[in-house]
C-alpha cells in the first residue's frame, strides 16, 4: 500500500496521495512518485478474473490510500461508462502474430482518454479529503491529446478551471479542430507559438513561481495539472497492462507467470513508465520496449545512458510524441537510483543547463535489463501503414505504426519469441491525413474532408468523436508566446466569469 508520495528532488517533501494529485508536481520541480514502490506485489492469481473496473479500483486503492473504497469505487465507474465505445474499455486484438492493445475507444479516440475520464472524479475527491476550499486551475500543455482528453473530462466541473496550451503548428488538423470547438464554460484553449517542450517548461516554471502562488492564493485559487506529471494520471495506465495481461492468459495464448513485452510508443514517457510500474509489482514482463520517431532523444538514452537534448526539434507525422524533454524519465531515475533524490536534483540541473546529462553505469545497467529501444523515420511510418493495411486489413494510425515498426526491427535483432503486445495509443482518424495518404496516395484535400473517405475506403467504422467535427463552431481564439503565457493566466483570470 503507498501511503506517501516523495518529490523525486527532496525526500523531506512527503505528502499524502490525495495532496500529491490537487498539486500535481512539487514545489521545488520534482515529480511525486511512491515512495514504498518496492513493497508493493500483486497475486495475479487473485486478479486474473477480473473485468476493467475491478482491476481499476484494486490498483487505484493500492495507491490512493487516503480515498475509501466508496470514493473509488464511484470514480471508477463514472469514468468507464458508455462514454467508451468499447464495453471492454481496453480491447486485445489479435493481427497477424501481434496482439494490439486498443487504447483509443474513449471520447476523444487517443489513449489519454482512459487516464482523463478518471482524473476529474480523482482531483474533486481529492480536494474534498484535503478539506481545500480553494479553486483549481488546471494547467496542461499539450502534444495534441491531452489538450482534448482533459477538456472534455474536466468541462463544466465545479470549482475547476482549466486552461490548456499547444504548439501552434505542432498538431493535427483534427487534434486543433477538437480542442477549438471545446465547449463548457470553465475551458480555455491558447495556442503557444513555439513548440510541446516550450510549452510544457514555461507551464512547470509558472507552477514553481512563488509569487504568482501568493498572488493565486489571495485570490482563494491554486494551480494543479492533467499532464502525466500528476500521479493521478499516472496510476489509472497501470490497469491495462494487467488487464492485457489476464486477457492473454483467459484466451490460452500464454500462461499465467509467462513473460511477456509490452512495446510503447513514447514521448513524455507516462503511457511506458505505467508499465515500469506495473512490473514493479509482479507482472510478468520481460522487456518494455521504447518505440520512438524521429525525436529520437529516448532512443539515444537508452542505448547510450547520456540523454542529450542539444537537437533540432523535428515536426513529424506522429506529433504527440514530438517531445525532446520527456517528464517521466526523472520518476524511472529516481526508482533506478535507489531513491537518491539529490542524484536526481543534480541531472536535472545539468539537463537544464547543459541540455545534457550521463546516467552512472549501474543505472545503465538496469535500463539495458529492463528496457530495449529503437525509432521509426517518416518513410517507414507511413509504409508500415500501408503494408499492415495491405497484409492484414487493419489500419494503425502514425504512433502504433512507429510502435510496430521498432517492433519488427527488435524481432529480427534478437529472434525473441516471448509474446508481445503493441500499445495503439490513437484511432487512425485522429491523424486522417498521414494514414489516407499512406494508404491511398497523397492528397491535397482538407484533413477534415478526407474523414469520411477514409471511412469509405477502408469500411472502418467512423467513430462518434469526429463526427461532424468540420460543422461545429470554434469557440476558442487565444494565442501567446511562451513568454507571454504566464500573462496570458492572469489575463483569463481577470475576466469577469472567473472572479
Ligand atoms: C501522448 C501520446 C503518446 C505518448 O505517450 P507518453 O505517455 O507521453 O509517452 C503516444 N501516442 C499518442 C497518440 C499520444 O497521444
Known sequence: MINFYESTRDANKSVKPSEAIVMGLSDDGGLFVPRNMEDLKINLESMKDLDYKQTAKMILGYFFTDFSETQISQAVDKAYDEKFDNEEIVPLVKVGHEYVMELFHGKTIAFKDIALSILPYLMKTAEKNCASKDGIIILTATSGDTGKAALEGFKDVDGIRIIIFYPKDGVSKVQELQMLTQEGDNTYVVSVEGNFDDAQS???????????????????????????????????????????????????????????????????????????????????????????????????????????????????????????????????????????????????????????????????????????????????????????????????DTHTAVAWKVYQDYKKEFSDATKTVILSTASPFKFTKSVYSAILGDTDEDETLLIDKLATETGLLMPDAIKGLSQKSVLHDRSCRPETMKQEILNILSEDRIC
Open 202 to 396: 514555461a507551464v512547470k516554471e509558472i507552477f514553481n513561481d512563488e509569487t504568482l502562488r501568493q498572488q493565486l492564493k489571495e485570490m482563494g485559487l491554486k494551480f494543479s495539472s492533467a499532464n502525466s506529471i500528476n500521479i493521478g494520471r499516472l496510476v489509472p495506465q497501470i490497469t491495462y497492462y494487467f488487464t492485457s495481461y489476464a486477457k492473454l492468459v483467459k484466451q490460452g495464448e500464454i500462461t499465467l507467470g509467462e513473460m511477456i513485452n509490452f512495446v510503447v510508443p513514447t514521448g513524455n514517457f507516462g503511457n511506458i513508465l505505467a508499465g515500469y510500474l506495473a512490473k514493479s509489482m509482479g507482472l510478468p514482463v520481460n522487456k518494455l520496449i521504447c518505440a520512438a520517431n524521429e525525436n529520437n532523444v529516448l532512443h539515444d538514452f537508452i542505448s547510450t545512458g547520456v540523454y542529450d537534448i542539444n537537437r533540432p526539434f523535428i515536426k513529424t507525422i506522429s506529433p504527440s510524441m514530438d517531445i525532446l524533454i520527456s517528464s517521466n524519465l526523472e520518476r524511472l531515475l529516481y526508482f533506478m537510483s535507489g531513491h537518491n533524490t539529490a542524484y536526481i536534483s543534480t541531472i536535472m540541473q545539468a539537463l537544464k543547463e547543459n541540455k545534457r546529462y550521463q546516467v552512472t553505469d549501474q543505472i545503465k545497467a538496469q535500463l539495458d535489463k529492463g528496457f530495449w529501444s529503437g525509432y521509426c523515420n517518416e518513410q517507414d511510418t507511413l509504409q508500415t501503414i500501408k503494408e499492415t493495411y495491405d497484409c492484414y486489413g487493419y489500419v494503425l
